[in-house]
């Protein structure tokens, strides 16, 4: 799964509001196919950190490539190689199923038979056929949860980044929508996730754990447990997030 | 009676500390009533007129020289006689004419006074009015001239003004009361809308219901700093139209005030019942602009003419609280008239706010929907 | 306050429960959906009691009907007594209620919306200052900063704060730490054991299990019904089944293959490991039955180790079976 290609690489890559450092040099890498958790306690920067990514947001210095574009100057072909999900927003509620499959592969440029294809595909794959015309303010969240997934990675993007996918989602259909992850990775996308579940942050290939806007650790799940001395991540999370000097 | 102060207290901060808010608050009335005080202050400057002259002698020959030589007015050559300048009028060629009559000068050395027509194009009142008086001045130093510095007169012109298509004079200074509702219906109506929907839309509502405080008193403390925001606004604009645009209040200031915070309440029961019907902001604010500001421009006659509407739209006048409101203004400011003269005005105001106050009273819900 | 103290609430109101709830039921849209579906249960006084459940299943409004904010389509509650439909005003007058969303008013200070609430309540901050001060000491630095310009973890500090300035009797939060890291979830769950000891009932919902064991007892709850309701620890020893938790060199591998061991298997991920439920069949046998299925597909580092089970694995018990 690991083919060793660097997908997302950051070099000292800061953020600064005034005097208020959000994101301080942070430099990671991350490859090919990997399932990469990005951890932190609320207001440790993350969310500054996936917007430089996703080239929403321009960084005040440090250098970045995504999918192999430079963040300053290629948003736009980044843009086109990710694909985003969050539990906030994620798809139109007043829309059908299939008009929401249509509506975000269209924009990322699928054509017609290519969307014919994908969403019947896609439609059962997840079981929903029944419910191909039901608006999707009337699924259950974890159904809307693994569609807006599957809609996100529908055009094949070499990233997808999911802030918060399983929030307040049952704990079978939270697993459901992991399989779905490790399925989307397994086919070479890399999965860039954030998430307050620590069981999560187990099904992670590698952890990362930012604490004040710098990343205090890295590694695979096993390997920070090890260094810290601990036996879950919850320990480990708990034991690094712990010190903040930030107000969560 | 402390909660109540608290939650007046807690009104004003959300007021003052937001800038948007504020702007609309108090930059509206402020910029309404300096473009519209501007417009009516304007110096007219080489309006096209034509002039007529019958008689044709030394004194008019005398007085058309001073109007060109004023530098207002630029005579149109062209048009000369009475058939022309009625199409001059309608297309907007000229916008004011005078006409000597035969005899001017006969008339005015011998038998001591003269006649002048003057005819405005009214549909404009506000350079109609401007042009007249200038016309007048005009013809008042010449008199002034003719008689040598006499205490009384010797010689009298007599100019007989005559407003075309707008003979009252719509407009002019009666944009000060359209100002006023216009400003009290957005503030008083959409910010009280606006302030209680927002509770809702954040979840304070569920606290504040949740609490011993009584419903119907987070509804009328609501209220309260809305009223007196609204007064200082009455004021401010009535203070700017006496002091900075010299137009004087005929009637009494208390009467005005008294009306004006009638209107007001009426506005903010208008504001608590769209506030009780809507759940989000947009709606409410969609609701006050569409269901009252517009009709309130639409329908009061402050931009139009409310006689010249047919008659259905004349029904629906009725409706328009502001429509009221504007005469009662109108009343007291220009023609300096006593409440035994709006007496009936009132009262449709107080109905239509008493029905408004019954129908939110019912609709109100102590819980959630 | 004082009206509701022991005497003013009528010694024959007092009964041992705090909330006692029967057969509630909630729709929405004329009965399309159900959103509350005869729920039934007690609180017991100086209760921490949890609802745990997705999002979804009901917990929001089966506190809003608590609060008397929504009135049930059927059944009745009690809240210190009083009943949630004709009573509604004391009820409202001793409660505490911590919406989902933090409902603080973005544009005032800490310090102004403790007042504020303080004052509606018909209190001051000084006469129960004593309730909040160890949250509150937490905030107090920042207490001119508008709550607006507040992060997540102390917006949610502020807001127990205003819930409780008033002594409630009874404190309901909804979804308190929603979205709040683990580290600020720990800390908000420890003030809560501290308000508890100072005799407080509290009724509070989270999405998150593993936040179960922290309440005295619990109502497992999804799509409107409850599930069990009881100890965290008499939940778990009515799991039927013994449990393992399974682990291996390639875990994708491993999710795969487990179903296919045997169909009265139930497996699913948790945390590092698989967690491998037997269903019926109990014993020592499955471990080395499982053993000797995982060599023969040629697993590598394979651990089987019975476990004694979550919250969350009942919760999954409950909604698989």
């Given at each position: 799964?690991?083919?060793?290609?660097?997908?997302?690489?950051?070099?000292?890559?800061?953020?600064?509001?005034?005097?208020?450092?959000?994101?301080?040099?942070?430099?990671?890498?991350?490859?090919?196919?990997?399932?990469?958790?990005?951890?932190?306690?609320?207001?440790?920067?993350?969310?500054?950190?996936?917007?430089?990514?996703?080239?929403?947001?321009?960084p005040s210095s440090g250098n970045a490539t995504v999918a192999g574009f430079d963040i300053y100057r290629q948003p736009e072909q980044i843009k086109r190689q990710i694909g985003y999900m969050s539990q906030k927003f994620s798809l139109y509620e007043d829309l059908t199923v299939k008009e929401n499959i249509h509506f975000f592969g269209g924009i990322y440029g699928l054509d017609n038979q290519e969307l014919k294809t994908k969403s019947d595909a896609l439609i059962a794959q997840l079981g929903l056929q029944s419910e191909a015309k039901t608006l999707v303010r009337e699924l259950p969240l974890g159904w809307k949860q693994k569609l807006a997934f599957s809609v996100s990675v529908l055009h094949k993007p070499k990233i997808v980044f999911l802030d918060e996918p399983t929030g307040g989602v049952d704990p079978v259909t939270r697993r459901q929508f992991w399989t779905l992850i490790y399925e989307a990775a397994s086919n070479g996308i890399t999965v860039f996730v954030t998430t307050h579940y620590m069981d999560e942050a187990e099904y992670c290939n590698r952890v990362s754990i930012m604490v004040d806007g710098s990343i205090e650790a890295l590694g695979t799940p096993q390997e920070l447990k090890t260094q810290l001395n601990e036996t879950t991540m919850d320990g480990v999370f708990y034991q690094l997030a712990r010190g903040a000097k930030r107000e969560a | 009676m402390e909660q109540f102060?608290?939650?007046?207290?807690?009104?004003?901060?959300?007021?003052?500390?937001?800038?948007?808010?504020?702007?609309?608050?108090?930059?509206?009335?402020?910029?309404?009533i300096l473009i519209f005080g501007f417009a009516l202050t304007?110096?007219?400057?080489?309006?096209?007129?034509?002039?007529?002259?019958?008689?044709?002698?030394?004194?008019?020959?005398?007085?058309?020289?001073?109007?060109?030589?004023?530098?207002?007015?630029?005579?149109?050559?062209?048009?000369?006689?009475?058939?022309?300048?009625?199409?001059?009028?309608?297309?907007?060629?000229?916008?004011?004419?005078?006409?000597?009559?035969?005899?001017?000068?006969?008339?005015?050395?011998?038998?001591?006074?003269?006649?002048?027509?003057?005819?405005?194009?009214?549909?404009?009142?506000?350079?109609?009015?401007?042009?007249?008086?200038?016309?007048?001045?005009?013809?008042q130093d010449y008199q002034a001239e003719l008689a040598g510095g006499a205490?009384?007169?010797?010689?009298?012109?007599?100019?007989?003004?005559?407003?075309?298509?707008?003979?009252?004079?719509?407009?002019a200074p009666n944009f000060v009361p359209g100002v006023m509702a216009l400003v009290l219906m957005l503030v008083s109506v959409m910010m009280t809308a606006i302030s209680i929907v927002r509770e809702k839309e954040t979840g304070t509502m569920e606290v504040l219901l949740v609490s011993p405080f009584k419903p119907t008193w987070v509804i009328l403390s609501k209220a309260v700093p809305y009223l007196?925001?609204?007064?200082?606004?009455?004021?401010?604009?009535?203070?700017?139209?006496?002091?900075?645009?010299?137009?004087?209040?005929?009637?009494?200031?208390?009467?005005?005030?008294?009306?004006?915070?009638?209107?007001?309440?009426?506005?903010?029961?208008?504001?608590?019942?769209?506030?009780i019907k809507t759940k989000s902001q947009q709606v409410a604010m969609l609701i006050s602009l569409m269901g009252m500001l517009l009709p309130t421009i639409m329908f009061s006659g402050f931009m139009f003419?409310?006689?010249?509407?047919?008659?259905?739209?004349?029904?629906?006048?009725?409706?328009?609280?502001?429509?009221?409101?504007?005469?009662?203004?109108?009343?007291?400011?220009?023609?300096?008239?006593?409440?035994?003269?709006?007496?009936?005005?009132?009262?449709?105001?107080?109905?239509?706010?008493?029905?408004?106050?019954?129908?939110?009273?019912?609709?109100?819900?102590?819980?959630?929907? | 306050m004082v009206e509701h103290s022991a005497s003013g609430?009528?010694?024959?109101?007092?009964?041992?429960?705090?909330?006692?709830?029967?057969?509630?039921?909630?729709?929405?849209?004329?009965?399309?959906?159900?959103?509350?579906?005869?729920?039934?249960?007690?609180?017991?006084?100086?209760?921490?009691?949890?609802?745990?459940?997705?999002?979804?299943?009901?917990?929001?409004?089966?506190?809003?009907?608590?609060?008397?904010?929504?009135?049930?389509?059927?059944?009745?509650?009690?809240?210190?007594?009083?009943?949630?439909?004709?009573?509604?005003?004391?009820i409202r007058s001793s409660v505490g209620y911590m919406p989902g969303?933090?409902?603080?008013?973005?544009?005032?200070?800490?310090?102004?919306?403790?007042?504020?609430?303080?004052?509606?309540?018909?209190?001051?901050?000084?006469?129960?200052?004593?309730?909040?001060?160890?949250?509150?000491?937490?905030?107090?630095?920042?207490?001119?900063?508008?709550?607006?310009?507040?992060?997540?973890?102390?917006?949610?500090?502020?807001?127990?704060?205003?819930?409780?300035?008033?002594?409630?009797?009874?404190?309901?939060?909804?979804?308190?730490?929603?979205?709040?890291?683990?580290?600020?979830?720990?800390?908000?769950?420890?003030?809560?054991?501290?308000?508890?000891?100072?005799?407080?009932?509290?009724?509070?919902?989270?999405?998150?299990?593993d936040e179960a064991s922290l309440c005295d007892r619990i109502a497992l709850i999804q799509q409107g019904k409850i599930l069990s309701v009881d100890t965290p620890q008499q939940i778990i020893a009515a799991y039927p089944d013994q449990l393992y938790a399974v682990k291996a060199a390639d875990m994708l591998r491993l999710v795969q293959i487990l179903p296919t061991f045997r169909p009265s298997v139930n497996s699913y991920l948790f945390g590092e490991y698989i967690h491998v439920d037997a269903l019926d069949i109990n014993g020592d046998g499955l471990k080395d039955d499982l053993i000797r299925f995982l060599d023969a597909e040629g697993f590598k580092g394979i651990e089987v180790i019975p476990i004694s089970p979550t919250i969350e694995d009942c919760f999954i018990k409950m909604l698989t079976s």
């Open positions: 799964m690991n083919s060793g290609e660097t997908v997302i690489k950051t070099a000292n890559l800061t953020k600064q509001f005034g005097d208020f450092v959000a994101v301080n040099q942070i430099s990671f890498e991350v490859y090919k196919g990997e399932i990469f958790g990005f951890l932190g306690a609320n207001g440790a920067g993350k969310t500054t950190a996936m917007r430089m990514l996703c080239g929403l947001s321009i | 102060i608290a939650f007046v207290k807690k009104e004003f901060y959300h007021v003052l500390r937001d800038r948007r808010t504020l702007f609309i608050l108090f930059g509206m009335p402020l910029a309404q304007n110096e007219v400057k080489n309006a096209r007129i034509a002039v007529f002259d019958q008689a044709k002698d030394e004194a008019s020959q005398q007085l058309i020289s001073r109007i060109t030589a004023s530098g207002y007015f630029e005579i149109q050559e062209d048009v000369m006689d009475n058939s022309l300048m009625e199409d001059a009028f309608k297309s907007g060629k000229i916008k004011l004419a005078i006409i000597f009559p035969r005899h001017f000068e006969n008339d005015l050395f011998h038998q001591h006074h003269a006649q002048i027509q003057v005819i405005a194009d009214a549909s404009d009142p506000n350079t109609a009015t401007t042009l007249t008086s200038y016309i007048s001045s005009i013809i205490a009384v007169m010797p010689y009298q012109i007599i100019p007989e003004i005559r407003m075309l298509y707008n003979p009252q004079l719509k407009g007196i925001l609204s007064l200082v606004n009455v004021l401010t604009i009535l203070l700017m139209s006496v002091y900075v645009l010299d137009l004087p209040i005929a009637g009494s200031w208390v009467l005005l005030l008294a009306e004006s915070t009638l209107f007001i309440i009426t506005c903010l029961t208008l504001g608590i019942f769209i506030s003419p409310i006689e010249n509407m047919p008659l259905p739209l004349q029904l629906i006048s009725n409706v328009v609280p502001a429509k009221w409101f504007y005469i009662i203004i109108k009343s007291i400011m220009i023609k300096g008239l006593g409440f035994e003269g709006i007496w009936k005005e009132t009262l449709i105001l107080i109905m239509i706010t008493l029905f408004f106050f019954l129908l939110s009273l019912r609709s109100f819900k102590i819980r959630l929907e | 609430a009528g010694s024959s109101k007092k009964s041992l429960n705090m909330i006692a709830v029967n057969h509630i039921s909630k729709t929405y849209n004329g009965g399309a959906v159900k959103a509350v579906n005869d729920v039934s249960f007690t609180v017991d006084r100086g209760e921490l009691f949890g609802l745990i459940g997705p999002d979804g299943a009901g917990k929001s409004s089966i506190f809003r009907m608590l609060t008397t904010l929504l009135l049930p389509d059927s059944g009745t509650a009690t809240v210190n007594g009083y009943n949630i439909v004709t009573n509604y005003q004391q969303r933090f409902s603080l008013y973005q544009d005032l200070s800490i310090e102004e919306n403790l007042h504020f609430f303080a004052t509606l309540f018909n209190t001051t901050v000084e006469e129960n200052y004593h309730l909040i001060a160890d949250i509150y000491v937490q905030i107090a630095p920042f207490k001119k900063r508008r709550a607006g310009k507040l992060s997540g973890g102390m917006k949610q500090k502020l807001a127990l704060c205003c819930a409780l300035i008033h002594k409630p009797t009874v404190l309901f939060l909804d979804e308190p730490t929603t979205g709040v890291d683990p580290v600020s979830r720990k800390e908000f769950w420890e003030m809560l054991g501290r308000l508890k000891r100072q005799g407080i009932t509290i009724v509070v919902s989270t999405p998150y299990m």
